[in-house]
């Protein structure tokens, strides 16, 4: 699997978020290289938990301007977080058997799950989290 190049379209207009995007895809990119190149398992195996802790921090910060924004779907937003953080712990769990069956599933989850949460699910938080006066604006007073 090739690794997945950032492109503006993974911007939502709000600078924080967009930073951990970016962030988010390179970690998901060091997980590529990592599995592709047939890497020791205990670098792979740090980079997934890398990937758990910043994809805490991020659904944290998104979460954040969400309330703010009173955004609507907040709850269902949060309960897809959560499923994810579980899906990717779960797999890391069976992966550590060298499998590289699996190795390859976590991958193509992980590269579907980005770019349609990031194109899909996120879109519909942007007009409640980049409205005038709302936080991560250059409009917010």
């Known amino acids: ?19 951990q995007h970016q962030g988010l895809l390179n970690i998901v990119n060091q997980l ?27 659904f944290a910060t998104e979460e954040r301007y969400m309330l703010q924004g ?4 907040l709850l269902k937003h949060v ?14 769990q069976k992966i550590e058997q060298k499998d590289i069956v699996l190795q390859r599933e976590i991958l193509t989850f992980l590269a579907s799950w980005y770019t349609t949460h990031v194109l899909g699910m996120d879109r519909e938080y942007i007009p409640y989290i980049t409205s005038k006066g709302k936080p991560g604006t250059s409009d917010t007073q």
Request: hydrophobic share 40%; aromatic share 12%.
């Open 1 to 19: 699997m090739k690794t997945i190049p950032w492109q503006d379209r993974f911007k939502v207009g709000v600078p924080e978020i967009d930073i």
């Open 32 to 58: 590529i290289t990592s599995i592709e190149n047939k890497t020791e398992w205990k670098t792979t195996s740090a980079i997934i938990d890398s990937l758990i802790n910043y994809a805490y921090t991020h």
């Open 70 to 73: 009173k955004y609507p779907g």
């Open 79 to 92: 309960e897809i977080h959560v499923d994810f953080i579980r899906k990717v712990f779960n797999m890391s």
